[in-house]
Nanobody, 124 residues
């Protein structure tokens, strides 16, 4: 059973920072790629960042590259997203999921299994 619990969101001014955490259970965490996705009102889930299990390689959406950093702690079964220089357009509910790569793009591995997400609101 897949369980995903996100935390760390909040209200921050533009230029500020937040650190999101996600505790994941279900498939073996240490041998799965993990990703962060976000969903703005009226939109579908959007890829934000991913980290591989094999060598912790990281991948980012162009819109967050250079501002966000994804990391993981296999012992704690937790994936993190450090978000710096936040912009109003980063406002969304942020979700983590096990992730898969296809044709150089990243997708949630369990598209029907989402946590409650964590709200990030960036004011201008």
């Amino acid at each position: 059973q897949v369980t995903l619990v996100e935390s760390g969101g909040g209200l921050v001014q533009a230029g500020g920072a937040l650190r999101l955490s996600c505790l994941a259970s279900g498939p073996t965490f240490s041998t799965n790629n993990m990703g962060w996705f976000r969903q703005a009102p009226g939109k579908e889930h959007e890829f934000v960042a991913a980290i591989t299990w094999f060598d912790a390689s990281t991948y980012y959406a162009d819109s967050v590259k250079g501002r966000f950093t994804i990391s993981r702690d296999n012992a704690k079964k937790t994936v993190y997203l450090q978000m710096n220089s936040l912009k109003p357009e980063d406002t969304a509910v942020y979700y983590c999921n096990f992730a898969r790569q296809y044709n150089s793009r990243w997708f949630p591995k369990f598209n029907d299994r989402w946590g409650q997400g964590t709200q990030v609101t960036v004011s201008s």
